[in-house]
């Protein structure tokens, strides 16, 4: 089975800097997603970790240690878009099979 | 990357009734998914298309009610059988070129029944 948690709900001011956690139990844990979707809007993909350590893309990094079964996504110089839910998704397949399971996102209200 | 067009975006309907949704991706995936997310709830899956096979269904989840077809590696629809209030929501369409690549989205169906 998977299990995932992340906050319900963070807010932060603009130009800031945010981190968004997301914890998972999986089996067959492979990798970790992270998408942001706009109200209304279908998720749209923002990262994807495989290996330990820090991936950074812009102003959006995301962090993975597979030891501990967490992640993070870092935003940084924050905007008023990105208000947004983040979702945090992990793969957990065996050989032949592909599975994504999402946590129940974390809703980000950026004030200015 | 891949661009997948859905459609409808949004339709009402009338109980008991059924709803096709379609989904067409601009280039071959391998992997074709349906998800529902339900009102300030996150993304759970229906089923894996398969194509030229039957679809893969997670638990609480059945052919008859939520029958799929993918005739080829670009094209899959959803039917939502028999419907009552309980399955207003959003249904999304995604695909991955491979296995373990990321997924894209379609832009969703806002169904709601009355």
């Known amino acids: 089975g998977q299990n995932i948690d992340q906050p319900t709900e963070m807010t932060a001011t603009e130009g800031a800097i945010v981190q968004i956690n997301c914890t998972y139990q999986?089996?067959?844990?492979?990798?970790l997603f992270w998408y942001q979707q706009h109200a209304g809007e279908a998720p749209t993909f923002l990262s994807y970790?495989?290996?330990?350590g820090l991936e950074e893309k812009g102003r959006f990094s995301s962090f993975l240690s597979r030891s501990k079964g967490y992640s993070y996504l870092l935003l940084k110089e924050l905007q008023m878009k990105d208000s947004a839910s983040y979702l945090c998704?992990?793969?957990?397949?065996?050989?032949?099979?592909?599975?994504?399971?999402f946590g129940k996102g974390t809703k980000l209200s950026v004030i200015p | 990357s891949a661009v997948i067009s859905q459609k409808p975006s949004r339709d009402i309907c009338q109980r008991g009734t059924s709803l096709t949704i379609q989904c067409q991706v601009d280039?071959?995936?391998?992997?074709m998914f349906w998800y529902r997310q339900q009102p300030g709830q996150s993304l759970t899956l229906i089923a894996t298309?398969?194509?030229?096979?039957?679809?893969?269904?997670e638990s609480g989840f059945v052919i008859d009610k939520f029958p799929i077809s993918r005739p080829n590696l670009t094209f899959s629809t959803l039917t939502v059988s028999n419907m009552s209030p309980e399955d207003s929501s959003i249904y999304l369409c995604?695909?991955?070129?491979?296995?373990?690549?990321?997924?894209?989205f379609g832009s969703g169906t806002q169904l709601s029944v009355l």
């Open positions: 999986t089996s067959g844990f492979n990798g």
């Open positions: 998704a992990s793969t957990g397949s065996g050989a032949g099979s592909y599975q994504l399971t």
């Open positions: 995604s695909a991955a070129a491979e296995t373990n690549e990321k997924l894209f």
């Open positions: 280039s071959q995936v391998t992997m």
């Open positions: 298309a398969n194509q030229g096979s039957e679809a893969t269904y």
């Open positions: 970790n495989v290996l330990d």
